[in-house]
């Protein structure tokens, strides 16, 4: 198996405390039905910042920043993305990256 790592986009928290215990449900829902292949569940992300180069930075992380992320086992990229359309990120509008990791010792 491989890891790829899920980057989150966007996406957010719903206002109600009712519309906020029903996410958190899709969450965990989401979660046990990808099983063992979870590595890391990951967490929300907040400040961010970009170092450039030259080495100063920027706020904010860019044009379209990460706002979240989880690490999973897949067989390879098709069925990683496939494991992703699942998150509930996806419903509040937000987007999943979904990138190949390596080994770097392999």
Known sequence: MTKYLLAYHGGGMPESEDAQA???????AWFQKLGASVIDGGAPTGASLTVNPNGSS???GGANPVSGYN???????????EKAKGCPILASGGTIEVCETFDPGA
């Open 58 to 60: 920027d706020t904010g």
């Open 71 to 81: 690490l999973i086992d897949a067989a390879n990229l098709e069925e990683a993305a």
């Open 22 to 28: 029903q996410t958190m449900q899709a969450w965990g």
